[in-house]
């Protein structure tokens, strides 16, 4: 069994910072790409950055410059970091990664529950 628990969502101003974490944790050989997705009022779910293994980021072009992804692979945890907020960027986010896993040896992706960001004007 593999999990992934996002937290630090919540309430803030626009113009505000919020932190979001994400621990994996379980039957755990190692993790390729750990990414953050969204969904905000009304829309698909989309995604917002991704980080594979290594130092390479990506981030959707609506939050470039502003979200800062990361991640400490000896805790198996990434995180968010997302600064100047905007209204626009209330929703649910998502953590998402890339995991192997021992017995059954194999790799699938797997999804947190999701944490809400809500950014007032």
């Known amino acids: 069994q593999v999990q992934l628990v996002e937290s630090g969502g919540g309430l803030v101003e626009a113009g505000g910072s919020l932190r979001l974490s994400c621990i994996a944790s379980g039957n755990i050989y190692s993790i390729n790409a750990m990414n953050w997705y969204r969904q905000t009022p009304g829309n698909q779910r989309e995604f917002v950055a991704t980080m594979p293994n290594g130092e390479t980021t990506n981030y959707a072009d609506s939050v470039k410059g502003r979200f800062t992804i990361s991640r400490d692979n000896a805790k198996n945890t990434v995180y968010l970091q997302m600064n100047s907020l905007r209204p626009e960027d209330t929703g649910v986010y998502y953590c998402?990664?890339?995991?192997?896993?021992?017995?059954?040896?194999?790799?699938?992706?797997?999804w947190g529950q999701g944490t809400q960001v809500t950014v007032t004007s």
């Open positions: 998402n990664a890339h995991i192997i896993t021992l017995r059954p040896l194999r790799g699938r992706d797997y």
